[in-house]
């Protein structure tokens, strides 16, 4: 089983829906996450974070988090044009000491179209 | 304040040469990350540093790979001698102290033919 697993799409909504991405992760005990976008050709940047069970938005982003399911989402409202781009899922390692282990997943690919 | 900056941006060589990436890290930042991007595996840690010393390479693939920082503000990725295999784009990234939010270099697009 990979780390991290995403539906590398590509998902396509159109302008002003919500686009839904969404991840799973193999070590229970992982206890950071985050959501990088990355435009074709640029490098990721990051957009969120969560480090709790439950919801965390910031403007039209939330991201959610179900550590019993191992389950973190992204949820884009009022999709734009310009947000067409591949999302990455990161996953901070909780053991060992190597405290800047990320893990990324490959990436879901987002079309939004106008 | 400048972001990381990493050269060369474009890399083209041949089979057995040797390639070095270079990158500078956000002044004031003490962790510096190495990864490689291919569409088949994504984005993979190669190796990281803090405060220059070198944390963890698990993810170097192999001795024609190594890495160095030898001050705060430059570190190399160098690939000896180069395979077609490791042909991809290459992105170095730097944080500040707890290592969470990192930020990505432009990157390098190493071909390798």
């Known amino acids: 089983q990979k780390e991290v697993e995403q539906n590398s799409g590509p998902l396509s909504v159109p302008e002003g829906a919500i686009a839904s991405l969404n991840c799973t992760y193999s070590d229970r005990g992982s206890q950071s996450f985050f959501w990088y976008r990355q435009y074709s050709g640029k490098s990721p940047e990051l957009i969120m974070s969560i480090y709790s069970n439950g919801d965390k938005e910031d403007g039209r982003f939330t991201a959610q988090l179900n550590k019993a399911s191992q389950y973190v989402s992204l949820l884009i409202r009022d999709s734009q044009p310009s947000d067409s781009a591949t999302y990455l899922c990161?996953?901070?390692?909780?053991?060992?000491?190597?405290?800047?282990?990320?893990?990324f997943g490959k990436g879901t690919k987002l079309s939004v179209k106008p | 304040d400048a972001g990381v900056i990493q050269s060369p941006r474009h890399e083209v060589t041949e089979m057995g040469q040797e390639v070095t990436l270079r990158c500078k890290p956000i002044s004031g930042h003490d962790y510096l990350f190495w990864y490689r991007q291919t569409m088949m595996r994504g984005l993979e840690l190669l190796i990281y540093f803090n405060n220059n010393v070198p944390i963890d390479d698990s993810g170097m693939p192999e001795d024609r790979f190594s890495a160095k920082m030898p001050n705060a503000s430059f570190s190399t990725l160098k690939i000896q001698p180069s395979e077609p295999r490791d042909s991809a784009v290459y992105f170095c990234a730097s944080s500040f102290r707890t290592a969470i939010t990192q930020f990505f270099g432009p990157g390098t697009r190493l071909t390798v033919l």
């Open positions: 990161a996953v901070k390692r909780a053991y060992g000491g190597s405290q800047g282990n990320l893990i």
